[in-house]
């Protein structure tokens, strides 16, 4: 079988045998990892052999904290505000779809006025916004965006900024860059010091549910507000090691172990990039070449991580998405607010997996088109 599921998505094969391996005891303490105090020396080690690889793998900067916190990618909607506004300052955010807006939302929800910086929606998200497009506003206390749009299949293809480096306001003033990066983190190389923050739900490049990775840098500590719950606060959490309540344990220390495989196994991130680009590119190749598949998206904004397509006749939706069950190709169906089919191909989807999908699509179309 083959899991397409856009999240919680698939893990690599090699990360689950050796969870299961060692899930009864972990090397010889006679109990599981889930078991363990989050104090605890052989938990400690866990925890920074995990950030210590994820450092190594994103070439984290020395002067960015990397926070290991909860409450998904939606919490940080709010503690992103909450951490970065300061007085007077204006969230600004560009919506590129589904997850901007829910960015949007949130801060508008906390903290009433939200500029939005510049907008895909006009032309039905199909592609981003271009860079000369994004316009600031004086107060902005940050510019948001979202990566990669993980249900409309769309990323960014460059990153938000100016001549000089990150983004400005009108005033020439500079304004820290904030990602999510949920769907998209650890496909690639990623120069982290183009930004001020970094966040990821974990379901996704990372591990199981009920993690997310924030990485952020140093001189944005101190801008917090003091009436926000205290696990919001990146000061605290880095000045507790993400340890100010008990952490995610399991789902950290199965990170670590991707964060690993990553490392050992494909050989680091450009190795994996390599191999992404390779699979987005056979998929979007057999969409493109058929009339009976199709994706909108510009070319240069395709995602490689989450590849939306439809059947041109809708009625063999069901048909495509039983047969592709039936063949073992998991998940396909798009999500429940645009229908359609998605086709999610994260790091720990393998090419043979693309591969079959491929065959399967060849031949659906063979019998049905
Ligand atoms: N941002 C993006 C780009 C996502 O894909 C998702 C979830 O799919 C979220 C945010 C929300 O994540 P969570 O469910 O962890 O809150």
Not at 38 to 63: C, G, Q, T
Not at 70 to 93: E, S
Not at 126 to 134: C, I, K, S, T, Y
Not at 305 to 324: C, G
Request: contains cysteine; negative net charge.
């Amino acid at each position: 079988h083959f899991n397409f599921c856009a999240g919680p998505a698939a893990l690599p094969t090699p990360v689950l045998e050796r969870a299961r391996d060692e899930m009864l005891d972990y090397q010889g303490r006679g109990l599981s990892v889930m078991e363990m105090s989050h104090r605890s020396a052989a938990y400690m080690a866990i925890a920074e052999k995990a950030e210590a690889d994820l450092r190594d793998l994103l070439a984290v900067p020395a002067n960015y904290r990397v926070l290991f916190t909860q409450g998904g990618a939606t919490q940080q909607f709010a503690a992103v505000p909450y951490n970065l506004l300061g007085p007077g300052g204006r969230a600004n955010v560009i919506n590129t779809g589904i997850w901007s807006k829910k960015a949007i939302a949130e801060a508008r929800h906390l903290f009433g006025d939200v500029h939005v910086a510049a907008s895909s929606e006009a032309g039905g998200h199909l592609a981003v916004p271009r860079p000369e497009e994004v316009v600031l506003s004086n107060d902005a206390a940050y510019l948001h965006f979202t990566a990669n749009e993980t249900i409309g299949g769309l990323a960014f293809d460059y990153i938000p900024g100016s001549e000089e480096g990150g983004p400005r306001r009108p005033d020439g003033s500079e304004a820290p860059l904030v990602c999510d990066m949920s769907s998209s983190i650890l496909s690639g190389p990623l120069d982290v010091s183009q930004f001020g923050v970094i966040y990821a739900g974990a379901q996704k490049n990372i591990g199981p549910a009920g993690l997310v990775v924030v990485i952020v840098r140093d001189d944005l500590l101190d801008r917090a507000r003091t009436d926000m719950p205290s696990l919001f606060g990146y000061q605290a959490l880095a000045d507790a090691g993400s340890m100010i309540n008990t952490p995610a344990t399991y789902s950290w220390y199965l990170a670590g172990l991707v964060f690993e495989w990553l490392k050992d196994e494909v050989g680091g991130l450009a190795a994996m990039e390599t191999i992404n680009a390779r699979k987005a590119a056979r998929l979007y190749g057999a969409i493109d070449a058929s009339d009976f598949y199709s994706n909108p998206i510009a070319i240069p904004n395709r995602s490689r991580m989450n590849v939306p397509f439809v059947l041109n006749d809708s009625r063999l939706d069901k048909t495509f998405l039983a047969e592709a069950e039936a063949a073992g190709l998991l998940n396909l169906q798009g999500h429940r607010s645009v229908g359609g089919m998605r086709a999610s191909l994260y790091n720990a989807v393998p090419e043979a997996a693309v591969e079959a999908l491929v065959d399967f699509m060849a031949d659906f179309e063979n019998r049905r088109g």
